[in-house]
Nanobody, 124 residues
């Protein structure tokens, strides 16, 4: 069982930065691929970024590539998302999630555990 708690959301102006953090419980955090997803009102949950775990392999959605950076600290059981050059279209509830398999890690359906989400609002 893995429990995830996100923090760090808030209101920021376009062009600004925010750092989201997700704290995970459990003894085998390094075994899990950890992803960030987001969901805007009336839209489906979409992939943002994922980190594989042991080997640090990362993948990003095209819409955030070059602006967002995912990083993890296996000693602290945390996964962070540094978001720079934020745009109004980045406004959404952001969720962290965990899964054991790297294959298909860009799809929300394969994740076993989810946090409660944190709101990010970017004003123009």
């Amino acid at each position: 069982q893995v429990q995830l708690v996100e923090s760090g959301g808030g209101l920021v102006q376009a062009g600004g930065s925010l750092r989201l953090s997700c704290a995970a419980s459990g003894r085998t955090f390094s075994n899990y691929a950890m992803g960030w997803f987001r969901q805007a009102p009336g839209q489906e949950r979409e992939f943002v970024a994922v980190n594989s775990g042991r080997y640090g392999t990362t993948s990003y959605a095209d819409s955030v590539k070059g602006r967002f950076t995912i990083s993890r600290d296996n000693a602290k059981n945390t996964i962070d998302l540094q978001m720079n050059s934020l745009k109004p279209e980045d406004t959404a509830v952001y969720y962290c999630a965990a899964r054991l398999s790297w294959s298909g890690a860009r799809a929300a359906s394969g994740y076993d555990y989810w946090g409660q989400g944190t709101q990010v609002t970017v004003s123009s």
